[in-house]
């Protein structure tokens, strides 16, 4: 009996060798941290080719942000319990646990300084920071269509607090990334809501 055709599978086939790339680096920073990843090893621990990384990245680094950015999609969701607090909160809480962990703290950093010479790199990294500030930027939002907070209220201000507190205690305080996201949250709510 013969074999069936089997379809064309090229996009899929990208697509899981992709996935498979992301999933191989996001192992590797837990097993070796940031330094401990090379391409070599990443193409053998995803089963591809360096070629493969390349078609897509320009470096490991980049890889490992874009390794960060999907987990990040998937840990850190955008919450809607109907209140302010309790949404900063959760969103604060997701936000600064991802970070702690030491792989994503470590390649956070990483990035951060490689980006400072890869415009390719670089523009991941604002891609990312930007998609994080308009997803509490529109949590915040929402409480002021909601009349939790006036219209002066600083939310461009709060978010800047919101994420330069974590890339503070990213640098300095890794430590008390489990603890600051309950006090922050109640901080920022108070600020909004008594804006004049």
Do not use: C
């Amino acid at each position: 009996m013969p074999t069936p055709r089997r379809p064309h599978t090229g996009s899929r086939r990208n697509e899981e060798a992709r996935a498979a790339i992301l999933s191989a680096a996001t192992e590797l920073l837990a097993e070796h941290g940031a330094t401990g990843v090379t391409i070599d090893r990443l193409a053998a621990h995803a089963g591809v080719g360096r070629q493969t990384i390349y078609r897509w990245w320009s470096s490991k680094d980049a890889v490992l942000l874009d390794a960060l950015i999907h987990s990040a999609e998937h840990a850190v969701a955008v919450p809607d319990t109907g209140a302010l607090r309790s949404d900063l909160e959760q969103f604060l809480r997701a936000t600064f646990e991802a970070a702690a962990l030491e792989r994503n703290r470590r390649a956070l950093i990483t990035a951060a300084v490689a980006a400072q010479d890869d415009p390719n790199l670089a523009e991941a990294l604002d891609a990312f920071l930007a998609q994080r500030r308009t997803a509490l930027t529109a949590l915040i939002e929402r409480a002021h269509a909601r009349g939790e907070i006036p219209a002066t209220a600083p939310i461009p201000l709060a978010v800047d607090q919101a994420f330069g507190v974590l890339w503070y205690q990213i640098l300095f305080r890794p430590n008390a990334l489990h603890t600051t996201a309950t006090d922050l949250a109640a901080a920022l709510t108070t600020q909004l809501r008594a804006a004049p």
